[in-house]
């Protein structure tokens, strides 16, 4: 069945240094979504791609969607605390279909 | 934003008895709710896929006569573990699908179910 990989299960940062976790697709994908979960939290939705070659921004944090559309990846310039958290990235194959979810990638980040 | 609320936030129960998990959507009408898992340190896993006015689509591996679904309204469905064991202990999140917004999920704050 389709599977969404998602790379690092963790990462260990210093306050201020760069973070990026990966998402890749066995099958190409109609849209991917990234959601952050804090410790004790749900999945809150940050962001959807949708177009191949696909790259938004939010303040720190850039997000791309692969040519082939099948991997995606999430960047955070100089981590800060309030980064902390698992981040999850979700994929459809169809438009409006389930959502699949990554392993996520589970940040923590050192004052 | 769409708010998704879930009740209770926590339950402890006996083993053997039956839980009640609502989800409800307070600002938006939704008519796909979703029904996931998730184990400690664990990513979540779909369970079941509930449509208003129309039964659960359950993912392989979930037995539906266990986890009871209904969704009877544009803003409610409820999840129903019947009969739980210390194995059901788990986190359970729903998440709901705005009418206009097919594309975006909305995610409950969870229920933690605890079964002794």
Redesign the interface.
Known sequence: GQQVMQIPQYQHVQEGEDFTTYCNSSTTLS?I?W?KQRPG?????LI?L?KSGEVKKQKRLTFQFGEAKKNSSLHITATQTTDVGTY?CAGTKR??G???????T?LSVKP | GAVVSQHPSRVICKSGTSVKIECRSLDFQATTMFWYRQFPKQSLMLMATSNEGSKATYEQGVEKDKFLINHASLTLSTLTVTSAHPEDSSFYICSARELKRQETQYFGPGTRLLVL
Do not use: A
Request: aromatic share 20%.
């Open positions: 849209n979504q959601y939290g749900h999945p809150v939705f959807q949708v999850f438009s409006q389930n959502l699949i979810f990554g392993k996520g589970k």
